[in-house]
């Protein structure tokens, strides 16, 4: 089991660590190509699994509740920890609430529960990501206007595939497939943008960075686990339920925290921290879920 656990995340993380790597010795200017990958390729892999597969509200939607309840109620906790700590709610909640589901979650499950994980992944990684670009951007700047989160690509590409993979429209197939070539671009550039952009990330509050790091993927579980009880998830989706929840905090939480000013030093600590700490609960949640 040990060694069926290294096989799944060495990739990940082998990955991640030439991202840090390069981005040590080169500092290489990633923006265009993660503006890239955000605009184009990341829009693609998402239109590309949804359309891939007809949509079945009956099957879907349980999942999709589920990754609301994580999201929200790992937010929840997050602000009553931060109100007993005295911690600004605005700096520790967003890092509770939305995690790496994108850099590490989308990888992971390819990798972990093959192909056909990457649909019901990606509708995780569209809840968490509408959440985050909305609500989230509206915890840190009450003047955000939420009705322009439809021009986000991503977001577009989300509806665009529900309404494709709802209407049972058939690509055509060598379209479907240039598509997914462009979306397969995405995962390992997350991941290699993943390991430039830690480069760039300070530790100045060791504490917090280590306390964020350890509470949200402990959070995450035990809400995931709470979910199990109680409601009958086809084997596959319960796993990805419980990795979903061990997983760090977003990248996008450093980002949005210094667009907003919002004490972005110690965000990128619970970030950088949270995701090294990543080799430590991601096997906890796989040696729980693999057959």
């Keep these: 089991m040990l060694l069926r656990i290294v096989s799944i995340l060495f990739p990940l993380f082998a990955i991640v660590a030439v991202g840090y790597v390069v981005g040590k010795r080169a500092r290489p200017d990633l923006s265009h190509a993660n ?45 009553v920890l931060a109100r007993v700590l005295g911690i600004a709610p605005k700096t520790l909640v967003p890092p509770m609430m939305f995690n790496n589901c994108g850099n590490l979650g989308l990888p992971l499950a390819v990798i972990a529960f093959g192909e056909a994980a990457l649909a019901p992944a990606v509708v995780m990684f569209m809840v968490s990501n509408l959440l985050h670009f909305s609500f989230g951007a509206w915890l840190l700047d009450h003047r955000v206007r939420l009705l322009t989160i439809w021009k986000v690509p991503s977001v577009m590409a989300t509806f665009a595939g529900l309404a494709v993979g709802m209407s049972g429209i058939a690509v055509w197939d060598p379209l479907l497939l240039a598509i997914k070539m462009l979306g397969d671009i995405s995962i390992p550039l997350m991941l290699f943008g993943l390991g430039v952009r ?71 600590s619970m970030v950088l921290i949270g995701n090294v700490a990543a080799v430590v609960f991601l096997p906890i949640a796989l040696a729980f879920v693999l057959p």
């Design 198 to 268: 830690l480069t760039d990330s300070r530790i100045t509050s060791v504490g917090l960075g280590i306390f964020g790091a350890v509470a949200r993927p402990l959070i995450g579980m035990a809400i995931a686990a709470l979910l199990l009880m109680f409601v009958d998830f086809p084997p596959q989706e319960r796993a990805l339920v419980l990795v979903f929840g061990a997983l760090p905090p977003a990248v996008l939480n450093y980002i949005f925290a210094e667009r907003y000013d919002q004490e972005p030093e110690k965000v990128a």
């Design 35 to 79: 503006k890239l990958n955000m605009d184009v390729f990341v829009p693609a892999l998402v239109f590309a699994a949804l359309a891939s597969k007809p949509f079945r509200p009956e099957n879907d939607i349980p999942l999709l509740l589920a990754t609301l309840a994580i999201v929200i109620g790992s937010g929840l906790a997050g602000w």
